[in-house]
């Protein structure tokens, strides 16, 4: 007899994944959580969850040796059947807590590819993956190297931040040598890779058993790159199904997937389509729920919600039960996200029937948009780009990287 009723130890430090804490509890498990102090007060599913534990400061505050000792603590009462990193920062520490407690699932050799920029790039290179030309900064001799052989602009990445938080555009090799001296011993936490001209997409999906059930492709109308670097409205919508660029984005993340080692779970994962050539390149990857509320894009165009679905994988590995996916809705859905110059910004203009999520933080303004009709899609998020652009929108200088993940 199988049995039902297992514990889940969930870790996010940022106040997210909800759903995936619902579907677990109505599944029939035991659901904790470690979060961050800071979020103590925030809007958790308390009723879902067992019991929430916190830690001191957030994220880069927590110590790895009082965590696990914390969650060795737990154990002397609590059989804890799987660890689940439900954020991007929080893969090294649900991997250290799997690799010291000898739990099932991903661990640090594999979780870093799914975290370390350049551990990514070296495995989808080594996997036949096309990846943009790129050294580690370790040695100068390779750096000058490929500062002598790749034509600029380049760009020097943080190995371990999301986004494009840390990104530094350099266009020859004198500013290339004085951004690397200014890092100082930081420099082995970066990378320089050249920077390719070209439309960026993102493929969201769901693993079984290293096989991909569920892919949605859609593409960056602006890039996180571009608005992180100088502003701007944030969009992004779902590519037309059985297009090229849908079966290109969707070959390559099979690759990208079964290069990586990802079993179960979900995936996000960046690709960057050539202006030149017109090739598909690897960017970058996660084993998570892509953020900027992409999850209520996705669901808006398939019905499928990431989170619970995760969590409903999840539930069958470790129950040993077989899941079934969903019915696929082939909808159409985009989104279109800003920094707001109020907190609370009236948007009650934009009240186009397609409307179906309004993005809930404060100094921000956001909408998604579902549609029978890609065209349909696009031409709303021109239009509400362009309005938020003149009354609402607020750009925020992006902030130097202090402490590094």
């Keep these: 007899m199988v049995d039902n009723h297992k514990t889940f130890l969930c870790i996010s430090n940022y106040f997210k994944g909800s759903a995936f804490l619902i579907a677990l509890k109505k599944a029939g498990n035991q659901v904790y959580l470690i ?24 994220d880069l505050d927590w110590d790895l040796e009082t965590l696990l000792v914390g969650v060795g603590g737990l154990m002397k009462g609590v059989k804890i059947d799987a660890i689940v990193a439900l954020d991007d920062y929080d893969v090294e520490k649900a991997t250290f807590l799997r690799e010291n407690l000898r739990i099932p699932g991903m661990g640090q050799t594999t979780g870093r590819y799914f975290r370390d920029k350049l551990a990514m790039r070296m495995r989808a290179q080594e996997a036949g993956v096309l990846v943009p ?112 660029d849908d079966n290109s984005m969707r070959e390559a993340n099979q690759k990208v997937m079964k290069a990586f080692g990802m079993k179960n779970g979900a995936s996000h994962t960046e690709f960057i389509k050539g202006r030149d050539d017109g090739q598909v390149y690897f960017l970058e990857t996660s084993s998570r729920v892509g953020g900027a509320h992409l999850a ?97 929108s607020s750009v925020a200088e992006q902030e130097k990287i202090k402490k590094f993940h």
Excluded at 358 to 382: N, Q, T, W
């Design 35 to 58: 979060t961050s102090e800071k979020l103590k007060e925030n809007n958790w599913p308390r009723e879902y969850i067992d019991e929430i534990f916190f830690m001191p400061g957030q």
């Design 133 to 244: 030309s790129f050294s580690a900064l370790f040695n100068d001799e390779e750096i000058n190297h490929f500062a002598d052989t790749v034509p600029p602009p380049w760009v020097l990445k943080p190995r371990s931040e999301a986004s494009a938080h840390g990104i530094i555009k350099v266009y020859d090799k004198e500013s290339l040598w004085q951004n690397i001296h200014e890092m100082g011993d930081n420099r082995l936490r970066y990378l320089v890779e050249q920077f390719k001209p070209g439309d960026v997409y993102h493929a969201d999906g769901l693993n079984l058993d290293g096989k991909n059930l569920f892919c949605t492709v859609s593409k960056y109308l602006a890039t996180p790159m571009e608005i992180s670097q100088g502003g701007g409205i944030f969009r992004s919508a779902n590519v037309p199904y059985g297009s090229e």
């Design 296 to 392: 209520e894009m996705v669901e808006g165009a398939t019905d499928i919600n990431l989170w619970t679905e995760w969590a409903k994988i999840e539930d069958s590995v470790v129950k040993g039960q077989k899941y079934t996916l969903p019915k696929v809705k082939k909808g159409y859905a985009g989104i279109v996200l800003t920094l707001s110059k109020f907190q609370d910004p009236d948007l009650s203009s934009f009240n186009d029937p397609e409307v179906c999520f309004r993005v809930p933080l404060d100094y921000h303004a956001g909408m998604i948009v579902k549609s029978e009709k890609h065209a349909r899609i696009r031409k709303l998020l021109d239009d509400y780009a362009e309005r938020l652009s003149k009354g609402v």
